[in-house]
Nanobody
Framework: EVQLVESGGGLVQAGGSLRLSCAAS????????IGWFRQAPGKEREGVSC????????YYADSVKGRFTISSDNAKNMVLLQMNSLKPEDTAVYYC????????????????????WGQGTQVTVSS
């Protein structure tokens, strides 16, 4: 059974940093995309970043480019999201998700592409 567990969320002041972790189990990392998504109150869930488990290729939403970095540790079946220079508008519940993929591309920032989801972790950025 595929399971994803997020951790690392919390409360931070604007300009601060957090590192989110997504621990995956129930599958091997070959040929998978792992994505981070977020949903703020009253807003639709949006893609933040995604990474290919095969070659580490990445994509980022424009709103987080230069501030967030996604990385994977295939040996540990874990994906990290380092978030720097946080802004109040980054406040949201952050989810990781995964899907088996024949190819990797920017369309994988779309939530409809994913089959498995974690329960989410809250990130709150105070001004």
């Amino acid at each position: 059974e595929v399971q994803l567990v997020e951790s690392g969320g919390g409360l931070v002041q604007a300009g601060g940093s957090l590192r989110l972790s997504c621990a995956a189990s129930g599958f091997t990392f070959d040929d998978y995309a792992i994505g981070w998504f977020r949903q703020a109150p009253g807003k639709e869930r949006e893609g933040v970043s995604c990474i290919s488990s095969n070659d580490g290729s990445t994509y980022y939403a424009d709103s987080v480019k230069g501030r967030f970095t996604i990385s994977s540790d295939n040996a540990k079946n874990m994906v990290l999201l380092q978030m720097n220079s946080l802004k109040p508008e980054d406040t949201a519940v952050y989810y990781c998700a995964t899907v088996y993929i024949p190819a990797f591309g920017p369309w994988l920032l779309g939530q409809d592409e994913y089959d498995y989801w974690g329960q989410g972790t809250q990130v709150t950025v105070s001004s």
